[in-house]
């Protein structure tokens, strides 16, 4: 009676090995495997054993043994871990002492064991293996943007439902200029996809510079193809962005090309981003045609490096200066993070008086040397 329920429940196991193994990918002896030693814990935890056991499955037939392991030593002094030489001989004249020999300790009803633990290492094989399955398919969208929907949100996070997940979207990665409700349609920048013991978690960001540049590459088939290329990004979410964008024909006019016939594309990107502005710039080998394209829309008379070429003066006509700087210092912060170099805006006539001032100084330094 026991026999055959235990064959029945062998053939259960071995179907739904088979089952995992087509549908889940998942290797019967990686399954197996797990499956030793789980039941090597519940054996121990369910006959209250705490000798040396090993658990075999066997997979063509179905059949778990569960063997106890002891060494051959002369004298005994724990019986559960080890075998007396005399004994050990009796079953085999080639014994030696500090070999190993398993004896079968299967219990009658381990059967019913094995069945319990056999579904719950299988269950958890089956939600690792969708786990890295979901992990797999998302890890490709990493720095890409995905188009989601609005779940539900809490005190730290809005959730976006991606379609097999759902993404979490941080109070740093909202737009300050948004509010975010259920059932929103929203394109949103995968900055992050990690792998933990819960499963994938897949952080997303409206704020992202990236985003910017994810959606002019969707909007200007030049940009998806190469022709153009975005060669720097600088953004303050939910109110403006400034971007670099280069040729690499000499016949096509980047910023053209990025803006669009009567401005078409950069407009579906300005509402996609909620009114968001967009400041396009070409770029220029020569860091000073780069930087004065930078601080558009102000003009700009020149440029002074520093003695490193990692911070600058530009020098402005005084009706530019505050276009220069823009609203809260905005235009030359954007301009600096474009370029990667420290901008110190002058307006022409004070940058003319501070060379005065330091000509005459210099003068007055002079003619105290010659007296001396």
Known sequence: MTVRKENKMSKEMLRALETLETEKGISKEIVIEALELALVS??????????????????????????????????VFDSTLEVSLEEALALNKAYEIGDKIRFE???????????????????????EAERELIYNEFIQYESDIMTGIVERQDSRYIYVNLGKIEAVLSKQDQMPNEVYKSHDRIKVFVSKVENTTKGPQIFVSRSHPDLVKRLFEQEVPEIYDGTVEIVSVSREAGDRSKLAVRAHDKNIDPVGTCVGPKGQRVQAIVDELGGENMDIVEWNEDPEVYIANALNPAQVDQVIFNSNNNSCIVVVPDNQLSLAIGKRGQNVRLAARLTGRKIDIKSKSAYQESQQVEQEYTLENLALESEE
């Open 42 to 75: 519940a054996y121990k935890r369910h006959y209250g054993q705490a000798q040396n056991v090993e658990v075999v499955f066997e997979l063509k037939k179905g059949n778990i043994h569960v063997y106890a392991i002891k060494e051959v030593v002369e004298y």
């Open 105 to 127: 300790v299967t219990p009658k009803d381990f059967g019913r064991i094995a069945a319990q633990t056999a579904k719950q290492v299988i269950m958890q094989r089956i939600r």
